[in-house]
Each structure stands twice: as C-alpha cells, then as structure tokens.
C-alpha cells in the first residue's frame, strides 16, 4: 500500500472550513483513499474514501487530484467536535486475498478546532 | 444497534495476571479485528477474524490470544504480559467478509480497554 504524508497539526476557526491535506505520490491506479478520524479517547471513525472522483458525504467532502498523487478533505463548517486526529490511508482493492487492503494508519494530522 | 461495544473500559494487571478483553457487536458483521494503539501513536493491527475464523495475525506474541466464539463477540486473552504491552486496544467490525472490496472504509471501532500492565 502506498505511503501518505500528513501535516502533523492544524487549527481551524470554528464555523470556517477546514481543508486538510494529504500526500500519496506514489498511489497506484487501483488504490482508494481513505479518511478516519479518532477522537479523544474514542476509536477511529470512518469519514469519507474515493478512487478518483471527488466524493460529498454528510459529514464531509474529498478532493482526490486528477494525477491522484494527494487528496483534501474538507470539513465544510467546522465545529468543536471536530477537534480530532484524522487519518489519510491509501489501500488496494481486495480480490479474495485477506492479506492484502489492511488499514494502515500512518500518524495523521491533529485538528484543533478554536472558538 | 450500530455500536461496537468493549469491556472492561479500563483494567490493571501485574505480568502473571491472566485476563481477558471482551467485544461485542449486533450489526451482523462477519468481520472482526482488534488493533493495539500505544500513546500518541496511530492504531496496528493485530488480528483478523472473518466468520469466525481467524484470517490475519500480524505475528503478535503468543502472550496475546484472540478467540471469537460466535459472529457477535470476540475475546482476547492475556496471559504474563509485559509492561510495554500497556497501551489502549480497540476492536472493529465490518460488515462485509474479509477479503471484499468493503472491508476496510466500513469498519466501526469500538471504544477501546485501556490496558495497564504493573
């Protein structure tokens, strides 16, 4: 699976959106994005994947660029709960083999969120 | 019920103590998986059940054995551990089987146990 690179922190201002983003140079061409976040003290929580087009869901919307070599997601009006680490994790389809397509969470990014 | 449930929440064992995480789910999934995560750091996979049966170890020391005794719940038992085993363990489920195309942008974690070993 390809490696991902994260800014280690970013603050955003509540209400504003929060664009963070996500390197995967060396993404193959059958290789999804994925975003996770993990609370304090709480599991990782599925947010949003994508192959190549860009992807909304209730909770936030991906931006894969066209060369798919990063991606953004965008928390569209960001809250305090939003205050989280989020985890960009790039794996490959799966074709009957368990061994391939784990999550592998690099260190991701911390989000603060500031009134 | 779309909740992955795990006890105890916190739990404090000496290196002989022999203990045991539980977790439960009552999606239906066919996929469970407990992960180790040490502070500060991300979540790594530890095992892989897929109906029931175990699919990934990811060459975790014998001291750490998983069981999952039916679809809804899944064990890990401990046995002389060690200090630097103290870390928050978290289980998942997802719905579809190991091996699918879904299995990994669907998983639900649970709370975690928070494990500390004296």
């Known amino acids: 699976d390809a490696k991902t690179t994260q800014p280690p922190s970013m603050d955003c201002a509540e209400g504003r959106a929060a664009n963070l983003p996500c390197n995967h140079s060396?993404?193959?061409?059958?290789?999804?994005v994925y975003w996770y976040r993990q609370i304090h003290s709480q599991g990782p929580q599925y947010i949003i994947h994508?192959?190549?087009n860009n992807e909304t869901n209730e909770m936030a919307s991906l931006i894969i660029t066209e060369d798919r070599k990063s991606s953004t997601l965008i928390l569209p009006h960001a809250t305090l709960r939003d205050t989280a680490v989020y985890y960009c994790?790039?794996?490959?389809?799966?074709?009957?083999?368990?061994?391939?397509?784990?999550?592998?969470f690099g260190q991701g990014t911390t989000l603060q969120v500031k009134p | 019920d779309t909740e992955v449930t795990q006890t105890p929440k916190h739990l404090v064992m000496g290196m002989t103590n022999k203990k045991s995480l539980k977790c439960e789910q009552h999606?239906?999934?066919?996929?469970m998986y407990w992960y180790k995560q040490k502070a500060k750091k991300p979540p790594e996979l530890m095992f892989v059940?897929?109906?029931?049966?175990?699919?990934i170890n990811e060459s975790v020391p014998s001291r750490f054995s998983p069981e999952c005794p039916n679809s809804s719940l899944l064990n890990l038992h401990l046995h002389a551990l060690q200090p630097e085993d103290s870390a928050l363990y978290l289980c998942?489920?997802?719905?579809?089987?190991?091996?699918?195309?879904?299995?990994?942008?669907?998983?639900?974690f649970g709370p975690g146990t928070r494990l500390t070993v004296t």
């Open positions: 994790i790039v794996r490959g389809r799966l074709y009957g083999s368990g061994n391939t397509g784990k999550l592998i």
């Open positions: 059940y897929s109906y029931e049966k175990l699919s």
């Open positions: 994508g192959l190549k």
């Open positions: 999606m239906g999934h066919r996929a």
């Open positions: 060396t993404i193959s061409g059958n290789e999804y």
């Open positions: 998942a489920s997802s719905p579809a089987r190991w091996g699918s195309d879904r299995s990994s942008y669907e998983q639900y």
